[in-house]
């Protein structure tokens, strides 16, 4: 089956840095041999019979031994990350696409946790919601300045985030397309 691997904050220098390259070749020689990354920030692309469960701890593992950041992995399927971008509630003309931040959560938040997030911007023009184990989160001025961020929705839902625009989701889909 094949999957998309999203790691969690992958910095292109610095103690969380991991060489796509070098990821992506000890991917391929460690039992996902279609292996393919994108861009700097932690996208893989892979076929697999394991479980989602199974490849985000193969592959937080090889990473650890091998490279040395201690990163979590967000599984997902194509068809999910589909279902991601048809269900985002942020359409256009009302909302500026490029200010669209979709957070895949490991799991479901916790409800006071995301309640104490609204109540934080509610004061904002910064707007989330919450959908299934994804967070639609938009933020239309300067995202370095924001309320919004993973390290927030972890906190406070006690889940694991990881952040992705639609451009990047967009094309990790035409990856699997091209990779059918």
């Known amino acids: 089956m094949l999957y998309f691997a999203f790691l969690r904050a992958v910095m292109p220098s610095g103690k969380n840095r991991v060489p796509m390259s070098e990821l992506q070749q000890l991917l391929q020689e460690n039992g996902y041999p279609g292996a393919k990354t994108y861009l700097h920030t932690g996208n893989i692309l892979l076929k697999s019979d394991q479980t989602r469960e199974q490849i985000a701890k193969d592959i937080h593992q090889l990473i650890l031994t091998h490279i040395g950041p201690d990163l979590s992995v967000i599984v997902r399927t194509p068809e999910e990350i589909k279902e991601v971008l048809l269900h985002s509630p942020f359409k256009e003309p009302d909302y500026n696409q490029k200010r669209i931040f979709f ?15 609204q109540d934080k911007i509610a004061d904002t023009d910064e707007i989330l919601v ?4 994804t967070a639609y989160m938009y933020i239309p001025g300067n995202a370095t300045r924001s309320k919004l961020s993973n390290n927030l ?28």
């Open 153 to 180: 929705l972890e906190k406070k839902g006690k889940i694991v985030a990881t952040s992705r625009n639609y451009n990047t989701l967009s094309r990790m889909l035409a990856l699997a397309e091209e990779h059918k």
């Open 103 to 117: 957070s895949l959560l490991s799991g479901e938040p916790l409800s006071e946790g995301i309640q104490s997030i």
């Open 130 to 133: 919450i959908i299934q184990r």
